[in-house]
């Protein structure tokens, strides 16, 4: 066997072209930050729908949210009462604020 085995290019130490300080940080695509402490509606895959005040969140957007009521669809299921939820931003499909809408820049032009 040889030592050269696995995958990928060379062990240890940082790619040729990259030097530690020529990465750029990377920012977030939406500025979640205006809607903090106000009430925000958020649908899921799959389907489901909460509303609630949004109170953090991070790059990955999870979201830290309280007084979330989840509501049903077709009101086939009375409003459920969740209080204070971490919700997982790889389910995250859409997040809108409840007191109206307005339009966003669009972060790819």
């Not at 062990?11 to 809607?35: C, F, H, M, T, W």
């Amino acid at each position: 066997m040889s030592g050269r085995g696995g995958r990928g290019g060379s062990r240890g130490g940082a790619p040729n072209n990259a030097q530690s300080g020529d990465r750029k940080k990377r920012e977030s695509i939406l500025n979640l930050a205006q809607y903090v402490d106000t009430s925000v509606r958020v649908k899921f895959m799959g389907g489901r729908e909460v509303t609630g005040i949004l109170k953090g969140f991070d790059q990955l957007m999870n979201l830290v949210m309280d007084d979330v009521v989840e509501e049903f669809e077709n009101n086939a299921m009375p409003p459920r009462n969740l209080g204070l939820v971490v919700l997982r931003g790889p389910n995250v499909v859409l997040i809108s604020p409840t007191d109206g809408s307005a339009e966003i820049e669009n972060p790819f032009t």
